[in-house]
């Protein structure tokens, strides 16, 4: 089936410096990813939408500048914490859409711990 | 806003009952429906998506959806303490765009 591999699963920075986490479909090509954060006893809330070779949409109250987000292949698409804080810390999860069903797989998420 | 409401829970079940799970969605015009099940600390993975009213089942699990009613349900018989985890209602309104997911359900399984 379907596979998106998330990397890395988890990670824990430094206040004032950026993280970049990966998301790649496996054994499909996605034009459309999504990028979501979780907060802890709360749902996935939808951050922004990755579209290959164009810009990102972001969801509203979503800062575009501190979560860059790059979608260069068909393949693969990265979100950047830039100057990350500790309120950035969360769950942040990606998924794909595979295109002939209207279901996404989710990648492994990854757990942010800012210091 | 487009709202999906679930039960925080817990909802406590023995071993072998039927848990009922409950969620309701504000857009009328939500198309899709999906039961995810997420153990902590780990994404969500899918159980089932429903999409015309009526039962769909599969295995141990059975989605009910409502249209009229904005109302969809995931029912698991025979549960298992394996089932323990948190279920979320995820809808959307066309094709896997623009989806909204409710908080989810607790679910604990008692041996």
Known sequence: ?115 | QKEVEQNSGPLSVPEGAIASLNCTYSDRVSQSFFWYRQYSGKSPELIMSIYSNGDKEDGRFTAQLNKASQYVSLLIRDSQPSDSATYLCAVASGGYQKVTFGTGTKLQVIP
């Open chain 1, 1 to 115: 089936g379907a596979v998106v591999s998330q990397h890395p699963s988890w990670v824990i920075c430094k206040s004032g410096t950026s993280v970049k986490i990966e998301c790649r479909s496996l054994d499909f090509q996605a034009t459309t990813m999504f990028w979501y954060r979780q907060f802890p006893k709360q749902s996935l809330m939808l951050m922004a939408t990755s579209n290959e070779g164009s810009k990102a949409t972001y969801e509203q109250g979503v800062e575009k500048d501190k979560f860059l987000i790059n979608h260069a292949s068909l393949t693969l698409s990265t979100l950047t914490v830039t100057s990350a804080h500790p309120e950035d810390s969360s769950f942040y999860i990606c998924s794909a859409p595979t295109g002939s069903v209207t279901e996404a797989f989710f990648g492994q998420g990854t757990r942010l711990t800012v210091v």
